[in-house]
């Protein structure tokens, strides 16, 4: 079987690229906003932008307020972090789209090695975004580990 009827025979793979596609996007605006911010010039100018975008939202403006608490090293950090794992997103989602066997399974042990952290952020603080993102995850694990399984 080619690479391409691979693909072809099971479809979702070409979705679970796109989902990891879009995630590494997010990283990466992430990466690029954190490394932005390590400057204190550019902090300051962002806290006082944030502050005027909060004003009159609780929740907005206790985000604001944590930020103060961060120093450029946590910056550097947060974009490390970040762009380290946009890169993994991004190496299985090119894998995945282009039906190389290795990207299912780097798919299944990366996705399911985070699960177990997903399911205890779940357990601290329930939110549609953290029970989506467990459940998008469980399914993909499940789903290509059938994938894998049946191949070997």
Same mark, same amino acid.
């Given at each position: 079987?080619?690479? %391409? ?21 997010? *990283? *990466? ?48 950090? &947060? ?11 991004? %190496? ?22 985070? &699960? ?23 399914? &993909? ?5 059938? &994938? ?5």
């Amino acid at each position: 079987m080619t690479k %391409t009827a691979e693909v072809a025979h099971h479809p979702a793979l070409r979705y679970i690229a796109v989902y990891k596609l879009l995630k590494a996007l997010l *990283l *990466l605006l992430v990466a690029a906003g954190a490394f932005g911010l390590v400057s204190d010039t550019t902090f300051d100018a962002f806290i006082d932008w944030a502050r005027e975008v909060a004003a009159g939202h609780q929740f907005l403006t206790r985000w604001v307020e944590k930020l103060f608490d961060f120093a450029p090293s946590r910056f550097v950090l &947060i974009g490390v972090a970040s762009s380290v794992y946009a890169c993994v997103f991004i %190496t299985e989602g090119w894998g995945l789209w282009t039906g190389k066997r290795w990207a299912e399974w780097l798919t299944v042990i990366a996705t399911a090695s985070l &699960i177990p952290f997903e399911a205890w952020e779940v357990v601290q603080r329930v939110t549609p975004l953290r029970v989506g993102a467990l459940v998008v995850n469980i399914a &993909i694990v499940v789903y290509l580990w059938r &994938i894998v399984r049946n191949k070997v």
